[in-house]
């Protein structure tokens, strides 16, 4: 495994983080199958891992729960006895506070079911204009200084799915933040703070850590067969999935990247990629390919949904990431006939038009989709020229 400074933390990280937000698990999200996530995780630090990234919403039931990934974490940790062997992340819900003392509260519950007494990396989740300036106006600075001196906490960053503009402003206005977690992929260069933002935050000395390198998957699932010929055109032949991480791995910018990955052959074989990186290793060329395969990409998706279900579930039944899920493919593939039998094959109760158009979810997506908007297209798509299935 290879190693990057995380910015001015000065924690040696491997460029592969594990993403904990997709662990196996059963029927619902909130049932994490303990003995596969066990197994991946174990395969992973033992073969150079030393990241972990957690958060309070990590599989939850319902859109403003409490998840189950960070007590499962603790007692992984405490059990198979690897917490010094990893950085352990964790994250402030932004959308359940409304006060410092909330942030007290959700604190030292985390702190509990991550069975530590120390986090290494504790983050401020999920920012945006509203969210931050909701902290500056309840006092979270001096909540994050606590932290910091107490020695609760090593480093203070923050997650964010927001413009530049507001990246600007996070980290200019609490000079303590020592690394941020933002959305990067090929696809995503100029979506949110895309790579300008990983750019600035390198700039300032903070660590650079990227979530979302696969985009929910998408960018090695149901390839185009002219996307694929473009990739054949490469001068050096890669995988899609190689592709999508030799894009990061290639920036000195970055530091790490974060994966959600659920079976031991995905940590294997982004390993294997991770192990075989290096800064500024794609071609001139190969990297003007990799703009056209976005530029082909971009002009047939439905929507920016990545699959990460932080609108799930509904409460009103709709699998709002499952009608994406089809529609995206269809657009992508240029099979909404094909994609139209899988988006049928949802329970009826669960499709796009049993959306009542509430917006309970629309603040709860990082992507900034309208989403009952982009539902009522989607059973436009589907409903009106497909019914017959």
């Known amino acids: 495994m290879k190693y990057r400074t995380l910015g001015k933390t000065g924690e040696k990280v491997s460029i592969l983080g594990f993403g904990a937000m997709r662990l196996p698990h059963f029927e619902t999200n909130d049932q994490i199958d303990v003995k596969t996530s066990d197994e991946i995780l174990s395969y ?51 959308w359940l506070i409304e006060t410092k003392e909330d942030m007290e509260k959700i604190f030292e519950s985390q702190m509990k079911d991550l069975q530590t007494d120390c986090i290494d990396l504790y983050m401020l989740h999920s920012l945006n204009e509203d969210y931050w300036k909701m902290y500056r106006e309840i006092g979270a ?9 107490s020695g609760k906490v090593k480093h203070i960053g923050f997650s964010a799915h927001t ?8 980290v200019d206005d609490y000079d303590k933040f020592e690394f941020g977690l933002t959305q990067l992929n090929y696809l995503d260069e100029r979506y949110q703070s895309g790579r300008e933002g990983v750019e600035y935050i390198h700039k300032m000395g903070l660590g650079t850590m990227i979530m979302e390198p696969l985009r929910g998957g998408r960018l090695i ?53 991770a192990n075989k990186s290096e800064i500024n290793s794609i071609s001139k060329n190969d990297l003007n390919l ?12 439905g929507n920016d949904c990545t699959g990460c279900q932080y609108c799930m579930p509904c409460p009103h039944g709709v699998d709002v990431a499952g009608c994406f899920r089809e529609y995206n493919i269809a657009k992508m593939l240029n099979n909404p006939a094909g994609s139209a039998m899988h988006y049928f094959s949802l329970e009826s109760d669960t499709r796009a038009d049993k959306c009542i158009h509430c917006d309970d979810c629309l603040y709860h997506c990082p992507q900034m ?21």
């Open 221 to 273: 699932q149901n390839i185009p067969q002219d996307i694929m010929d473009l990739w054949d055109t490469a001068e050096e032949k890669r995988t899609p999935l190689e592709w999508a991480f030799q894009y990061l791995w290639n920036m000195e910018e970055v530091d790490t990247v974060l994966s959600g990955m659920n079976s031991i052959q995905q940590v294997k074989e982004n390993i294997e990629i």
């Open 163 to 170: 413009e530049m503009d507001w990246i600007v402003d996070i």
């Open 290 to 301: 990799i703009k056209e395969v976005a530029w082909e990409y971009k002009q047939r998706k």
């Open 369 to 389: 989709i309208h989403i009952s908007e982009d539902l009522k297209k989607v059973d436009e798509f589907f409903g009106r020229k497909y019914d017959y299935f």
């Open 44 to 94: 992973g630090i033992d073969n150079g891992i030393n990241i972990i990234d957690t958060a309070y919403s990590y599989h939850a039931n319902n859109l403003s729960g409490k998840g189950k990934c960070e007590e499962y974490i603790g007692n992984f940790l405490n059990e198979h006895s690897y917490r010094d062997e990893v950085l352990l992340t964790a994250k402030m819900p932004s």
């Open 141 to 149: 600075f001096e909540f994050m200084d606590s932290l910091l001196e």
